[in-house]
């Protein structure tokens, strides 16, 4: 981490209060969900990855990958820049078609890096993105809420800064995300700079820009100067955000103008392809991650023909589709299998790797989303994933975002971190002196290193029942739905906002004060 990374003081110091003052209550929330009052990093992984694809597999893969660029090639849409820029560094371009030759964009990669740190404007919230990181973010895009009262309904800009404060109160979730949901109630030339902002003034954990139109990426650039400073910014990463490919073998106009603004300012790109397979991609596994390398190749490597050194991560969404609706659909082995050899590809190339979640197409958190979303994101670990988009509240395919299933998924979240700390092979961990002590035939639970232990031992879920049946029925027999809802209303009533800087504060209001006042309202 940079010793020049800004740091809220007066927040950092009040958080070193609390952990001082809290203690064992301190220690046993770290081992369950936690709560508003504590956070855990981001993870630092201590298991191996799950691999699916031998050498002879991944050869194969990159050299039909190879095919595909140079005689198929990709469209870079609408963009007269990108495309002179490729024709200076060596590719066929005829019109918009762009032909790469063999090794073209594996070269142009060698000056992206392999991890890099995304700065918060908290200093202790600052994540590393690559290597044996992993980074959980939340639910991204829906316009759609299903609110605390049942009812799904349009997103506003209310709903948006509830789930940025759920995010900032999370101890599993790390970084604050970008489009948590769709505010439509404020217009859309104008929505992002109010998304930006509840970001920074309802958080002080890393956050993504807008990619809605290249000018909208700038206002979230110049807003993260504002937070960080000029220099820092243009030295540093601050931003991480999500460029999808229109996939099969599209970039557009909109996301190749983000990308330059982004990449620019040395500002990182989720390079994605965003893969229905069997619609936008083919319906074979071997197929899909081919076409997924090859987006990926593509649009990464562009990002060093902008700004060699500029951070640049290979994402995936890969979901399969029901081939007699054409509905989509999760949780299911393909896409799973697609996740898993794209992280093996992404390791080969050295870029930080973004897939998975907690992913479901169930319209209410239900067995259906619970499965689904446990099977995703079960996958996404170990894959190795680093960046982990829609790690909570995904419901209705993402069309929802759910704040009953926010804080289930954010419960999962916490038994994910813990797995992922693996076998605690300390002198403590072997047990050895427990063993001796209890011997044949007796229990553990009354010897001395099971009491040492009994507050931090196992992983404790805010959610999960687990008291005996009349417990359950005297207690109301709520589901685990209710027993979220409740969990969320009471965080909610809870929040306490961050530190935030009043001049910081009174620069961003000013700027989008300005900004807002320069053009009318458009809500298309």
Known sequence: MSENAPVDQEASNARRGRAASGGAAARRAARSGGGPGTQLTYIKRKINVYEVLDEEGLALIEQNTDTVLEEIGIIFRDDAEALQLWKEAGAD????????????????LKTAPSVYTQHARNAERSVHIGGNATV???????????????????????????FVKL?????????????????????????????????IKYSDKPFMGSVTAPERAEDTVAMAKIVFGDDFVENNTVLTSLINANSPMVFDETMLGALKVYSRHNQACIVTPFILAGAMSPVTVAGTLTQVLAEVLAGAS??????????????????????????????????????????????????????????????IPDAQAAYESANTLNSTIL???????????????????????????????????????????????????????????????????????????????????NNSYEQWLAEGEKTAPQRANELARRWLESYEAPHLDQGIDDGLKDFIASKKASMADAFT
């Open 93 to 108: 371009v005829k019109g918009e078609h762009v032909h790469f030759p063999k090794g073209l964009c594996r070269s142009l």
């Open 136 to 162: 959980f973010a939340p639910v991204y895009g829906p316009p759609f809420v299903r609110d605390l009262d049942g009812v799904r309904r349009y997103a506003t800009i209310e709903d948006f800064q509830n």
């Open 167 to 199: 995010a900032y109160m999370a101890p599993s979730i790390h970084h604050s995300g970008g489009t948590v949901c769709e505010p439509v109630d404020v217009p859309v030339n104008k929505r992002h700079l109010d998304m930006i902002y509840s970001h």
């Open 302 to 363: 562009f990002t060093q023909l902008i700004r060699p050194g500029a951070p640049v991560l290979f994402g995936t969404f890969a979901s399969s589709i029901s081939m007699q609706s054409g509905a989509p659909t999760f949780g299911t082995p393909e896409p799973s299998l697609v996740s898993y050899g794209a992280a093996q590809l992404a390791r080969r190339l050295g870029l930080p790797f973004r897939t998975g979640g907690s992913l479901c197409a169930s319209k």
């Open 383 to 465: 894959a190795g994933t680093n960046f982990v988009l829609h790690s909570a509240g995904w419901l209705e395919g993402g069309l929802a975002s759910c704040y009953e299933k926010f804080m289930m998924d954010i419960d999962q979240l916490g038994m994910t971190q813990k797995f992922s700390e693996g076998v605690d092979l300390s002198e403590n961990g072997q047990a050895m002196d427990a063993i001796r002590q209890v011997g044949p035939g007796s229990h553990y639970l009354g010897c001395d290193h099971t009491q040492a232990n009994f507050q931090t031992a196992f992983y404790r879920s805010n959610i999960a029942d």
